[in-house]
């Protein structure tokens, strides 16, 4: 069995409002008959929570508001066993407002609150730390220049950022905002799969196994955790792929962020099918 990693997540925790419809509205429409629910979310929090379920020892470091969604928000990450280092701010909790149609298409809308006055924080040693751009690049800075492993980068929402990570994941877009990276560079293709770079040069390319898709919200972040978790497991770069690939096929899978992230021996049952 690999080593337990250690890996450090500095990055959003949100809740998600998400409606259920059969299908998603046109400009200026307004569909009925949909379901409502309230979901654990951010993409920090879920690639934190979608760690320590693949097997990893996890710190999360995020903020939230004084406001009545903040211990809603943290359920996850608590259930997960997530060692927290979240501060309480003066805004209001991260909100994502989410639409998923039958076909598991969405819609996302986020109000970053509290996410926006990440910062100031010391991180403890760890095999790993793990960033997305839903928090100030000043934090995703200062996580860089305190990493002492391998650091990564899920450059989403879409921006340059001036660090240089070990490991990038992103879609085409993203790619085209990050520009050109040295090192590991992994580019989700939606249901193609992936491919992995590294130096500009494709070295590993991967498919996910078939599923029948439910929801979308959690995949990119199940697939960049199960990514990231499988390196520090020291697991070569074409089977880190495939394990991410099939993690985030079975995210998509199911309905909601948190909820939807596999563990390892879901991940692994999935890929001897």
Known sequence: MPPRPTLTVVGSVNLDLVARCERLPRPGETVTGA???????????????????????????GCVGRDPFAAE???????????????????????????????????????????AEVGGFELAPSDGVLCQLEIPDEAVVSAWEQAGGLFCLNAAPARPVTVDSDVAVVNGYELEELGRRDG????TLGAAGA?????????????????????????G????????????????????????????????SRFGAQPSLPTAAEVDAILRA
């Open 35 to 61: 379901s409502f629910e309230r979901v654990p979310g951010g993409k920090g929090a879920n690639q934190a929570v979608a760690a320590a379920r693949l097997g990893a020892r996890v710190r999360f470091v």
């Open 73 to 115: 928000a943290l359920t996850g990450l608590r259930e997960a066993g997530v060692e927290l280092d979240v501060r309480e701010v003066d805004a209001p909790t991260g909100v994502a407002l989410i639409l998923v149609d039958a076909a598991g298409e969405n819609e996302i809308v986020v109000a970053p609150g509290a996410n």
């Open 184 to 187: 590991l560079v992994a580019v």
């Open 195 to 219: 491919v992995l770079l590294e130096d500009g040069r494709e070295v590993a390319r991967a498919t996910p196994p078939p599923v029948t898709a439910v929801d979308g919200t959690g995949a």
């Open 221 to 252: 972040d199940a697939f960049t955790a199960c990514l990231v978790v499988s390196l520090l497991e020291g697991r070569d770069a074409e089977e880190a792929l495939r394990r991410a690939c099939a993690g985030g096929a079975l995210a998509a």
